[in-house]
């Protein structure tokens, strides 16, 4: 080892692809830098290398406008001289889906390979903020270094950098704070006394931190050009009487001297979610909520139904589209970096980062089906014009049913995309309409074997089917009846709701008769202010805004003054809240409310909880308060209880027409402790309810009182729990007062610049200093939530389960009588073992297998039990990255130990 350090300068760029200007701006900007490197790795032989962010999307950018260059960048990345990947965009963590995390580095990979070397450095230099499974998300892509600069904490002093981060499982990196930032030496002059001078500066302030004898010096920041005259600089400091060594090279010349004092690391296991040094910006988990709750949709889609269905179709014969779901899924992660996902560009980036996400969801919908108009009525439509079922996943499967089991007539056939059996929600959405001989001609003629047969044999005897849900009820293939409720809308489509037990990873077919149910009233009871299933009573107290009281008829135990809106002023930016100093807050539960009861039937009952709350109309001139103008916002709230089904569904709608302020929506819960439990990546993690982390203003430390959530909040003691499930909303706060704690997400913040430099928050400016007018989110707003009360823990209770159930309902398909080579009922593969989640079900890359992926959420060891229905060829442990572990024994079921808190990859051939 040398006397003296390194210090390694890393020429390298920051690219941000949208941000305070739009994504064609910054791409002719990247052009010009790309042309510039080229330039320069031409003509000096001596210039080592330069690292594009640690990502391959520039790439594709690039060279959809310079595609001729494509063989000389190839040429120049394997020989180490552009450094790419692993990452296909550097992404915001907290607000994208586990699996996003594991596509992206996967997608990286794909992409990056066709292009040659990808960097094995776990390079995140300026998202805000990093989960507490990273490092086990990294080691399952064989990458053992993570290099960063946002959510050290004071732990720093002690730990320095390099130093050991371990997941909760005990997974480890090597994890190296860019003390002072990635952009350390982006001004280095190319004078040498200068340079030397800069280069002192550096290493005074890293001396006192350095755990390995190494700096990175990182000579570029954001959307900087390559410095052509680093070469001659290192040449001339070789010869000048510095503290450190001078050279050029990369992260992965620094990876490889960190790895050499492993041994020697200090560790720290948990969230990097501090702002001790560097900002991580907590305001942009519910900037622009609209945005979020569209990518959750999205990632749902694809995930939870696009991928396992099609999955499903694959191995019944159909050929898997690869491209068009890669292609969904690139539209979802162009999405992802920070600057997108998070809201916190100008309103110009956002319109298109909504455009990529309506995008990706209207792709996976016809992945799916055709929809909104009936998909049998589309085999008669499309199939004149050319169009074929087998494009989508739904009537692709159900054509293969066999659906005789009831005689000639209508079916339909409900989907179960979790692989645990469960009492579940299905929804149908359709316009009615009749099947006649001259459609039965036409379905004859495109349709599938057994569909072409059902139609000629209808055809032959003049049958004219009806598909309408209207009046009926279902029977399945044992003769149970199952009730089901048609809602109509005013532009003639209905909606179909039923519940039943559904079978893993699998389907149930129904035949649909004509019939009423009749015994729901036992199940299901409205009165003048209270709605109630079998499980739960919920009272409305109108003179308090509907505030909702809930019964657990289970416990006896009462939650009360649920669902009330609490709205402030915030004088924030997109990236972080700000209370005026001298605040209003407006409540729901000073409002009296109307109350009707909009939806009765044998599955569930909907109330309508309607008021108006005045709000101040915007900041007061000097933002120092709010107006004194006020504004009048109506609300809608829809609760619903489901037959069965021990939750309460939320819809509330809301006309945002006031400005700089922030809505959220407050549950108390009436339990009395100092922490919680919330989703995150793969795991489900314990915080205390007042969160360590702040904002250094002057002298003093300003609480930043919030949290991020995947998708739910949980909070018991002994006797009583509640949980609350969001969708697409990730912002919760855990308010403690006399009473219990309360759990508070929010639903809109409003605010009408990129960055200001006068919060009472934040000390000074995050961005530039832009106005944004469409971060206010006026006009119509919708957003679901759902109440799950439970006694004993979280996990006795299943409340993990229930709330994916939630977010995962089943999905459903009709389809006209015939024969089919599968069953009616059918389940593919079964995990059982508590705690254990899921989060994938897909074909792998290598086009053969399938990937099942399953975890423990868990501090407790478990074992997964899984259930195989049709006998692989094949069974094996993988990693993230889909590369082969281990063998597994064959066995009708195969059971599986999960250390707390791990991910299980299965790779199933058959």
Not at 90 to 103: A, H, I, K, T, Y
Not at 132 to 148: H, K, M, N, S, W
Not at 628 to 648: Q, S, W
Request: charge should be neutral.
């Amino acid at each position: 080892m040398n006397e003296k350090p390194l210090l390694i300068l890393i020429s390298h760029t920051h690219w941000d692809r949208e941000w305070y200007y739009t994504f064609e701006k910054f791409r002719y900007r990247l052009v010009k830098c790309i042309d510039n490197l080229l330039d320069i790795l031409r003509k000096k032989q001596d210039f080592h290398s330069f690292m594009l962010d640690g990502q391959v999307a520039p790439l594709e950018d690039y060279l959809e406008v310079r595609p001729e260059k494509k063989e000389e960048l190839k040429k120049f990345i394997n020989e180490g001289k552009i450094l790419i990947g692993p990452w296909y965009v550097q992404p915001d963590e907290f607000l994208v889906n586990e699996e996003s995390l594991v596509r992206n580095l996967l997608y990286g990979r794909l992409k990056g390979r066709e292009f040659g070397h990808i960097m094995k450095i776990g390079y995140l230099p300026d998202t805000f903020g990093h989960t507490a499974q990273l490092p086990q998300i990294l080691r399952g892509f064989g990458i053992d270094t993570f290099v960063f600069h946002r959510g050290i904490g004071v732990e720093f002093e002690e730990l320095g950098t390099p130093f050991i981060w371990k997941s909760p499982d005990g997974s480890e990196v090597i994890a190296l704070f860019l003390y002072g930032g990635y952009c350390n030496l982006a001004q280095l002059p190319p004078d040498v006394k200068g340079a030397e001078e800069m280069i002192r500066g550096l290493y005074n302030r890293w001396k006192k931190y350095m755990r390995a004898p190494v700096i990175p010096g990182m000579v570029g920041c954001d959307h900087h050009l390559p410095k052509d005259y680093v070469p001659d600089v290192v040449k001339e400091l070789s010869k000048a009487d510095l503290p450190v060594e001078v050279m050029q090279g990369n992260l992965e010349d620094v990876a490889n001297i960190l790895r050499q004092s492993k041994e020697k690391l200090k560790s720290f296991k948990g969230e990097l979610l501090s702002s001790h040094y560097h900002w991580v910006l907590y305001g942009t988990w519910s900037t622009r909520t609209y945005l979020k709750q569209l990518n959750f949709d999205c990632e749902i889609l694809l995930l939870y139904y696009v991928e396992p269905l099609w999955t499903l179709a694959w191995l019944f014969g159909a050929e898997y589209p690869e491209s068009e779901i890669s292609t969904a899924w690139k539209y979802v992660l162009l999405s992802h970096p920070h600057d997108s996902i998070c809201g916190c560009s100008v309103d110009e980036v956002h319109k298109e980062v909504e455009t990529r996400l309506i995008k990706a969801r209207e792709l996976c919908r016809e992945l799916l089906y055709c929809t909104g108009r009936g998909d049998i009525l589309y085999w008669y439509l499309g199939g004149r014009a050319g169009y074929h079922y087998k494009w989508h996943a739904l009537p692709l499967i159900t054509s293969k049913i066999d659906l005789t089991f009831a005689g000639d007539g209508l079916y339909v056939v409900a989907f179960n995309t979790l692989p645990w059996r469960r009492k579940t929600l299905v929804r149908m959405k359709f316009k009615p309409y009749q099947i006649t001989p001259l459609m039965l001609s036409e379905i004859a003629r495109v349709a599938s074997k057994n569909v072409a047969e059902s139609a000629l044999q209808l055809l032959k005897h003049g049958k004219t089917i009806s598909v309408d849900f209207r009046n009926v009820i279902l029977k399945d293939p044992a003769g149970n009846i199952i009730p089901c409720q048609v809602r109509e809308f005013e532009d003639g489509s209905i909606e179909v709701t039923w519940i039943d037990e559904l079978p893993p990873l699998g389907f149930k077919s129904y035949s649909v008769i004509k019939g009423e149910y009749k015994d729901h009233e036992e199940a299901l009871k409205a009165g003048e202010h209270f709605i109630e299933n079998d499980y739960l009573r919920v009272e409305f107290d109108i003179e308090r805004g509907g505030a909702l009281r809930i019964l657990d008829k289970r416990t006896g135990e009462v939650y009360e003054g649920l669902a009330v809106l609490e709205d402030g002023g915030d004088i924030g930016d997109e990236y972080d809240y700000s209370p005026p100093e001298h605040d209003k807050i407006i409540r729901s539960d000073n409002i009296k409310a109307s109350l009707e009861l909009i939806e009765q039937g044998p599955v569930y009952l909907c109330a309508k909880v309607s008021y108006t709350m005045k709000i101040p109309k915007s900041a007061s001139e000097n933002r120092k308060s709010r107006s004194e103008e006020e504004i009048d916002i109506p609300v809608d709230l829809y609760v619903t209880l489901y037959r069965g089904i021990p939750r309460v569904d939320l819809r509330i709608v809301i006309d945002n027409r006031a400005e700089d302020h922030r809505l959220r929506i407050v549950f108390p819960t009436g339990v009395k402790t100092k922490k919680h439990y919330a989703k995150t990546h793969y795991m489900i993690i314990e915080r205390p309810n007042e969160s360590p982390h702040y904002y250094l203003h002057g002298t003093s430390k300003v609480p930043i009182k919030t949290y991020p959530t995947r998708s739910w909040v949980s909070i018991n003691d002994d006797k009583r729990g509640l949980c609350i499930v969001a969708k697409g909303l990730h912002e919760y706060e855990i308010r403690e007062n006399k009473n219990g704690a309360e759990i508070i997400f929010t639903l809109l913040r409003c605010v009408g610049w990129l960055s200001r430099g006068d919060l009472l928050t934040r000390p000074g400016h995050a961005g530039p200093y832009i106005n944004t007018p469409d971060a206010q989110c006026l006009g119509i707003r919708s957003f679901e939530l759902s109440i799950i009360p439970y006694s004993g823990s979280l996990y006795e209770a299943g409340v993990h389960k229930l709330a994916l159930e939630y977010i995962v309902p089943g999905i459903a398909h009709e389809d006209i009588s015939h024969k089919g080579e599968l069953p009616p009922q059918y389940s593919l593969l079964e995990v059982e073992g508590d705690p254990i989640l899921f989060s994938t079900f897909k074909r792998g890359i290598d086009g053969k297998s399938i990937i099942l992926r399953i975890y423990n959420p868990s501090p407790h060891t478990t074992k997964a039990r899984i259930t195989l229905h049709k006998r692989p060829h094949r069974l094996l442990r993988a990693r993230l990255d889909e590369e082969d572990i281990t063998e597994l024994e064959i066995k009708p079921t195969v059971e599986i130990p999960l250390k707390p808190y791990r991910i299980e990859t299965i790779k199933i051939l058959f």
